[in-house]
């Protein structure tokens, strides 16, 4: 097994080599890996240059038409050189310049096999191209204040958005992230400005291949990693939507612009590298103990044309492998709902599934809490990580109907996504049933796809919404299911906290862009509730339209519902059985991994989480 290794900008092959020893520990031994420098002598940034000699050198000389040309020529004659080789592995400057070669082979011999059977990204970026004819002209983009916002539909002025950013704040922080990030990339737009108006010139115009506006995809098995903390993370996304969804498999760590040292991201990072190759040629064994892919064990029966999936082959009564979890994680990003059946688990071992899957997020334990006699110990103590949705009180009785508990519950009835109104919103909820009501009565889940439902909406509609940041409040939320609770009108939005996220999002796990909406929205930044409300409704009954929603009918005790909710609304069903029989349920909650974790809220310093 052959890889050959692209460093990015301004480092060179051995020091690349140096920053992947962990990783290339946990492969197979018996792989193979050249390590060639740049021909381009650059400027490093400082803690590099502190930390390793140089010399310090970059494949790409700039990013002009002409420049990306030579720049892939020089990389072809290498492969054909010192080639052939299975697959790619690529950092930062080194991703866009294989993935360009990539694709320019796959555009000009659609026929011929590429050069690599897999690739393997590391902060990567969407190409720029070798020809004016090629790709979205970013002359313009790359001598704006913010010249790699990358990350939008189109290039033109939207002059009717009544949705402004603070451009000065941006622009300010545009100038400073890229001198900071690198003196690469400022000298690559000082190369663009050179180009200037001459007519003559035009042809060297930077183009790229943007997701957006280019219907390609990388047609090969592909593994991306990249940090949430990388100020360039929308570009690893980017690229990451520029492959095959059906063949690529993406993590993100909790670095910068780097390869990841830790040893926990490393083993995540390992296992892509591993299924990535086994998806290149079955034939291939690249494992001992673990060279069959993650889901081997696992089966998914659709509930759904779209998503959702009930899962078979997992053993609760032991602790999860790894290849086990990482087969419902890869099950969770093609359909974001997985149904589990008699699952037997306690309250102790529901707790420890979930921590297999992140952070635990006990926000809405503290509101639960609420509805509980402070003299009293919480109802599921000493399990403080579940979340009681039940319709019982501390001593295990049916709650009256007219309860706080019980209105306060309501908002559970409407479509919505669990802790979004906190600044770092959750990623997973885990619901489990531990005493169902008699079958017949209701008390099903309903599920939306948000992903699907976005991607039907018209082009017109994606383009006015593209931008909008919504604001996400449990107060709204909680008057929409109880508008009669007089205590709910009293109270103010703006004293209890509140989040920002962005409406239209890139779902990383696969690749496809959702529709974040959920009924906690009640306006968009920048615009007046009243004139936010008919948007937010619209788009609220456009994904929850029948074709687009799916209701899990809880069976037993001890089934389980897992869902993704970046991807997915739910909401509670009700039934004949209120009132009248016990419907306790318990869930679990992990916050969400993605860059896009904390939305606009900052890292969470100083932020309250959502308490009533």
């Given at each position: 097994m052959r890889i050959l290794c692209v460093h990015g900008a301004a480092i060179n092959g051995e020091i690349f080599e140096s920053k992947t020893e962990k990783l290339r520990s946990l492969l197979p031994a018996e792989y193979q890996y050249d390590w060639p420098d740049g021909d381009h002598e650059a400027t490093p940034i400082k803690t590099l240059s502190d930390a390793y000699p140089g010399p310090y050198l970059?494949?790409?000389?700039?990013?002009?038409?002409?420049?990306?040309?030579?720049?892939?020529?020089?990389?072809?004659?290498?492969?054909?050189?010192?080639?052939?080789?299975?697959?790619?592995?690529?950092?930062?400057?080194?991703?866009?310049?294989?993935?360009?070669?990539?694709?320019?082979?796959?555009?000009?011999?659609?026929?011929?096999?590429?050069?690599?059977?897999?690739a393997i990204f590391i902060a990567g970026s969407p190409p720029f191209t070798w020809s004016e004819n090629v790709g979205q002209n970013l002359f313009d983009q790359l001598l704006s204040d913010d010249p790699f916002d990358l990350d939008k539909d189109n290039f033109e002025p939207q002059e009717n958005s009544e949705c402004k950013p603070n451009v000065e704040r941006i622009k300010a922080f545009a100038r400073?992230?890229?001198?900071?990030?690198?003196?690469?990339?400022?000298?690559?737009?000082?190369?663009?400005?050179?180009?200037?108006?001459?007519?003559?010139?035009a042809y060297l115009k930077p183009h790229a291949l943007l997701p957006q506006l280019h219907s390609d995809r990388l047609d090969l098995p592909t593994a991306h990693m990249w940090g949430r903390r990388d100020v360039l993370n929308k570009h690893s996304g980017l690229l990451l939507r520029l492959c095959n969804p059906e063949l690529a498999l993406s993590h993100v760590h909790e670095g910068a612009?780097?390869?990841p040292q830790s040893w926990?991201?490393?083993?995540?990072?390992?296992?892509?590298?591993?299924?990535?190759?086994?998806?290149?040629?079955?034939n291939i064994i690249v494992l001992n103990s673990m060279a069959s892919p993650s889901t081997s064990s696992l089966t998914f029966q659709p509930l759904h044309p779209t998503f959702g999936a009930e899962c078979h082959g997992v053993d609760f009564s032991r602790p999860l492998s790894r290849e086990t979890i990482d087969g419902i994680r890869e099950g969770m990003a093609k359909y974001g709902v997985l149904v589990f059946r008699r699952t037997e688990l306690d309250d102790d071992r529901h707790q420890k599934f979930a921590r297999c899957f992140g952070e635990p997020d006990v926000s809405a334990v503290d509101i639960s809490t609420a509805f509980h006699d402070e003299e009293q110990p919480y109802r599921l103590a000493p399990f403080n990580e579940l979340v009681d949705v039940?319709?019982?009180?501390?001593?295990?009785?049916?709650?009256?109907?007219?309860?706080?508990?019980?209105?306060?519950?309501?908002?559970?009835?409407?479509?919505?996504?669990?802790?979004?109104?906190?600044?770092?919103?959750a990623g997973y909820s885990i619901l489990r049933a531990h005493q169902l009501p008699p079958r017949g009565t209701g008390g099903g889940t309903a599920f939306a796809d948000t992903r699907t439902a976005y991607e039907h909406l018209?082009?017109?509609t994606k383009r006015d919404i593209n931008d909008y940041v919504a604001w996400h409040s449990m107060l709204h939320s909680r008057r929409l299911g109880a508008p009669d609770l007089e205590l709910l009108q009293m109270l103010k939005l703006e004293d209890f906290p509140q989040s920002l996220h962005k409406l239209v999002q890139l779902h990383e796990p696969s690749g496809r862009m959702n529709l974040y909406i959920a009924a906690h929205i009640y306006r968009f930044d920048g615009l007046s509730e009243k004139k936010s409300q008919p948007v937010i409704e619209r788009l609220l009954r456009h994904a929850s339209q029948?074709?687009?929603?799916?209701?899990?009918?809880?069976?037993?005790?001890?089934?389980?519902?897992?869902?993704?909710?970046?991807?997915?609304?739910?909401?509670?069903?009700?039934?004949?059985?209120?009132?009248?029989?016990?419907?306790?349920?318990?869930?679990?909650?992990?916050?969400?991994?993605?860059?896009?974790?904390?939305?606009?809220?900052?890292?969470?310093?100083?932020?309250?989480?959502?308490?009533?």
């Open positions: 970059s494949h790409i000389e700039d990013i002009t038409t002409l420049g990306m040309d030579k720049s892939i020529e020089r990389l072809e004659a290498f492969i054909e050189e010192d080639g052939p080789y299975d697959g790619v592995m690529a950092i930062c400057e080194g991703a866009m310049l294989t993935s360009a070669l990539l694709f320019k082979r796959q555009i000009e011999k659609p026929t011929a096999p590429l050069p690599f059977r897999f400073n992230m890229y001198r900071d990030l690198s003196p690469e990339l400022e000298r690559w737009v000082q190369a663009v400005q050179e180009i200037g108006t001459d007519p003559k010139k612009h780097d390869v926990p991201d490393n083993e995540i990072f390992s296992d892509l590298v591993r299924k990535t190759i086994l998806r290149s040629d079955p039940s319709n019982v009180d501390d001593q295990g009785q049916l709650e009256p109907g007219d309860s706080l508990k019980s209105q306060l519950h309501r908002a559970n009835n409407v479509f919505h996504v669990d802790c979004s109104y906190n600044p770092r919103r018209d082009d017109a029948d074709k687009y929603v799916m209701t899990v009918q809880w069976e037993d005790n001890g089934d389980l519902v897992m869902w993704d909710n970046t991807c997915v609304m739910h909401r509670a069903c009700g039934g004949s059985f209120e009132g009248k029989h016990v419907r306790d349920m318990r869930r679990a909650t992990v916050y969400d991994g993605s860059s896009t974790a904390w939305g606009l809220n900052g890292n969470g310093e100083g932020s309250r989480q959502a308490k009533l």
